[in-house]
């Protein structure tokens, strides 16, 4: 079992930054990609970014150039910075991790940026 908490949700301006934790707890074997996913009201869940054991990165183009994913091996924490937020970046935030076969994902924190 891995358990997956995020934090560093909030309000925010247009044009200004957040950063968001997802500190992972619990069986750690095995786990390879983490990432970023985000669920605007009536829309489906959607890739922000994503990062392998490795460093390596995937990113949603509606985020490339703005927002930043990185990993913290030691802490089992990853973390995705965002810059210039838009309206278009509310939603809720969820952070997964992929383990084998299982998936896991975190409760998700709100982020909701004001026009």
């Known amino acids: 079992q891995v358990q997956l908490v995020e934090s560093g949700g909030g309000l925010v301006q247009t044009g200004g930054s957040l950063r968001l934790s997802c500190a992972a707890s619990g069986s750690m074997f095995s786990i390879n990609e983490m990432g970023w996913y985000r669920q605007a009201p009536g829309k489906q869940r959607e890739l922000v970014a994503t990062?392998?054991?490795?460093?390596?990165?995937n990113y949603a183009d509606s985020v490339k150039g703005r927002f930043t994913i990185s990993r913290d091996n030691a802490k089992n924490t990853v973390y995705l910075q965002m810059n210039s937020l838009q309206p278009e970046d509310t939603a809720v935030y969820y952070c997964?991790?992929?383990?084998?076969?299982?998936?896991?994902w975190g409760q998700g924190t709100q982020v909701t940026v004001s026009s």
């Open positions: 990062i392998t054991y490795g460093g390596r990165t």
């Open positions: 997964k991790a992929d383990k084998t076969i299982y998936v896991y």
